[in-house]
């Protein structure tokens, strides 16, 4: 009979110290692979496996069912990871959601549509999260023009803007590159596409793109952009109907007094800029803080705010990571001047030595858009024609986390937020 009971008592401990979750912990000393991490959440999704994002919870841990095939993706993309019994499942969730903690579970739904807006031809390295959408192995769709101008962006739920010149001006790479064969042959092709496609001008083609994505966020979607396709998206928007380019671009001179009818009220993020009207500099406005700046390379870091994750969910998810310092690096679009910034646009990085903004975040009717600065989060000071960033080296980066924190955020079910 003893022995029965001691039998019995040990099949129900069994039981209940049954596995039944899986926990992709984000810290900084667990984690093996934080980049990757993002890549199975997304690959349990499109799986319709259910997923809760653990904001705030070790660096943002992710919360998994506890079935083989997750341990095997796991183990195969060199993701570490923890089993869970019910009970400590129940003993995280109940910490996480006590009133004193800053801290939530956000269920994650569905897998995003993923588009990214490129040319033809680019190579995975030439953009940050094309990189790291091909390193975590999450699927994208790479559109350019034709796809946006025929209305295929309803197709997508997340759209990023590869580092694009919205303004019709080529990157300004002309002071520099002008004779150089690589910038003759794009801009041929581009004024190609843009007479294939009806219009006399690429600075007028591109500024059709723009207010297609624009159209594009005001209905529902997510939009991220980095480096120079952050501003000068917002520069075609309120430039709209204006000539703002030079003969060496278009053809014809410029608008006069331009600057004058400059639209803010058009833009997402930016008011009251000064564009650049010298065509050899290499810079769109004073939006941009990279001439400006004066800080030594090993001080050059910004802050991650820190948000409520349970009364302000949406910038929590955007700057989750295992550090708040993240390692600065440059851009053609460096950083954005704080000043210039619009008053319901919320700023989630900024650099204490001189008050630039890093990480921005806004509402656009329906939908939601991220800006974030600089070109590589593991590239410092990245020049045309450099090597790609390897990042089998940076399988932790705090900056490439920002960029899959943005990805993954569609998937989230939406709260309010109250802030």
């Known amino acids: 009979m003893f022995k ?19 926990l992709l912990p984000m810290d900084e000393k667990t984690q093996k692979n934080h980049l990757k991490a993002y890549g199975i959440t997304f690959w349990c999704l499109e799986k319709n496996y259910k997923a809760s994002w653990l904001l705030n919870y070790r660096g943002g841990s992710f919360l998994l069912p506890d079935v083989l095939e997750i341990r095997k993706e796991c183990q195969i993309r060199g993701v570490s990871f923890e089993i869970l ?7 995280i969730l109940n910490e996480i959601g006590s009133p004193s903690q800053n801290m939530e579970a956000v269920i994650l739904e569905k897998a995003p549509r993923i588009a990214v807006y490129t040319p033809k031809g680019k190579q995975p390295w030439d953009d940050a999260v094309t990189l790291v959408l091909t390193y975590a192995e999450i699927p994208f769709t790479a559109i350019y023009d034709e796809e946006v101008l025929s209305d295929q962006l309803l197709l997508y739920d997340w759209l990023h803007l590869h580092h694009e010149d919205f303004t019709g001006q080529y990157g300004k790479f002309f002071g520099t590159y002008k004779n150089a064969p690589w910038y003759i042959e794009q801009k041929n092709e581009a004024e190609l596409l843009a007479s294939k496609l009806g219009y006399t001008k690429v600075s007028q083609e591109k500024s059709a793109v723009a207010k297609k994505i624009r159209d594009f966020v005001i209905g529902g979607g997510f939009m991220f952009a980095m480096c120079s396709a952050t501003d000068s998206f917002d520069i075609a928007l309120v430039a709209d109907g204006v000539d703002i380019c030079e003969s060496m671009f278009d053809g014809d001179q410029s608008d006069a007094n331009y600057q004058s009818k400059m639209n803010f009220a ?25 001439d400006k700046r004066r800080i030594q390379v090993d001080k050059d870091y910004f802050s991650l705010m820190d948000f409520s994750a349970k009364w302000d969910p949406i910038p929590s998810m955007l700057c989750q990571n295992h550090t708040q310092l993240v390692k600065g690096f440059m851009g053609q679009t460096t950083s954005f001047d704080s000043s210039l910034i619009k008053s319901n646009v919320l700023i989630m990085g900024t650099c204490e030595l001189n008050g630039e903004a890093r990480y921005i975040h806004g509402e656009k009717g329906k939908g939601m858009f991220t800006f974030y600065g600089g070109h590589d989060p593991e ?9 790609p960033t390897v990042l089998d080296l940076h399988p932790n980066s705090p900056g490439y986390r920002l960029i899959l924190n943005n990805v993954l955020f569609p998937a989230a079910r939406k709260k309010k937020q109250k802030t």
Not at 85 to 91: I, L, V
Not at 379 to 387: L, S
């Open 4 to 22: 029965r009971v001691l039998c019995f008592l040990f099949l129900l401990i069994s039981i209940m110290a049954k596995a039944s979750f899986i």
């Open 85 to 91: 019994s019910d009970a400590e499942q129940t003993n």
């Open 266 to 290: 058009n833009s997402f993020a930016f008011k009251d800029f000064t564009l650049e009207r010298k065509p050899e500099r290499y810079e769109f406005s004073d939006i941009d803080m990279t």
């Open 379 to 387: 590239d410092y000071q990245h020049q045309v024609g450099d090597a």
